[in-house]
């Protein structure tokens, strides 16, 4: 992993989600919903909402719809009742493709993940066929600026627990295990870090280029239609993105 920057994948997603802010919020409610459901409604007992609670405020949500999906994760306000399914399979030119949904409706989530799947050239697999491709690990993005000094974040994250480390020209990634993942966040942004992305998610082991230019528009509207469906929570791939990509 080290060495291999994620970083074009990462201003990618991020262009994408800023587009597309009211399905980021409905997807952010289901998140803390299903975390409060399961774990119940006090972030400090619960480190699943405490992260769904943290990546809904980096996403700018208002505090009154974050205590509404609490609350009706914990039943204050009628139960939504949601399941997380996965998804596997493979995108153009055998690209694998991992997708994390949280739905009330397994029916209709499957047909139309299955329908982004064939409409663009690729197809679902079965349960395991990709995922052993991806390590879950907590990534935490952070922009370039004059006033960081490398190395001193660099042993910062070390200290903190880090397991990686990787700058490249646009900016830093610090890897970690979803274990370490809160306390190396914490560390950091208490010592005034801002953070482009801070996640536990998928990272994939190798990635694969596609060279075919219909290869990788059909990638690009895979993944488009994926994310802009409310059931899909992430989608993961293992696709090195072009530099020059447009969002």
Same mark, same amino acid.
């Given at each position: 992993m080290a060495g291999h920057s994620k970083w074009n994948n990462i201003k990618n997603k991020k262009g994408k989600e800023d587009a597309r802010r @009211?399905?980021?919020?409905?997807?952010?409610? &289901?998140?803390?919903?299903? #975390?409060?459901?399961?774990?119940?409604?006090?972030?400090?007992y619960n480190p699943a909402l405490k992260a769904a609670i943290d990546k809904a405020k980096a996403e700018n949500m208002p505090n009154d719809n974050i205590e509404r999906a609490i609350k009706k994760?914990?039943?204050?306000?009628?139960?939504?009742?949601?399941e997380e399914i996965i998804y596997e399979g493979y995108g153009p030119a055998g690209i694998a493709v991992f997708v994390s949904c949280l739905t009330d409706n397994r029916n209709r989530t499957a047909s139309e993940v299955r329908h982004a799947f064939d409409k663009y050239g690729g197809n679902l697999g079965q349960t @395991?066929?990709?995922?052993?491709?991806?390590? &879950?690990?907590?990534?935490? #993005?952070?922009?370039k600026e004059e006033s960081i000094n490398e190395e001193e974040l660099m042993m910062m994250a070390i200290d903190l627990g880090a397991e990686d480390f990787i700058s490249d020209e646009d900016g830093?990634?610090?890897?970690?295990?979803?274990?370490?993942?809160?306390?190396?966040?914490?560390g950091l942004s208490e010592n005034g870090f801002h953070f482009v992305v801070a996640e536990v998610t998928f990272i994939p082991q190798n990635t694969v280029s596609l060279t075919d230019e219909k290869d990788i528009k059909n990638m690009v509207k895979m993944i488009d239609v994926l994310e802009d469906n409310d059931d899909v929570q992430d989608v993961y791939h293992n696709w090195e993105m072009p530099d020059d990509l447009e969002e």
């Open positions: @009211g399905k980021i919020f409905t997807k952010l409610a &289901r998140y803390i919903m299903v #975390a409060a459901k399961e774990g119940g409604g006090d972030p400090e994760g914990t039943g204050e306000l009628g139960a939504d009742i949601f @395991g066929c990709v995922s052993f491709m991806f390590d &879950r690990k907590g990534l935490i #993005a952070i922009e830093f990634e610090i890897i970690t295990s979803p274990e370490d993942f809160n306390k190396v966040r914490d």
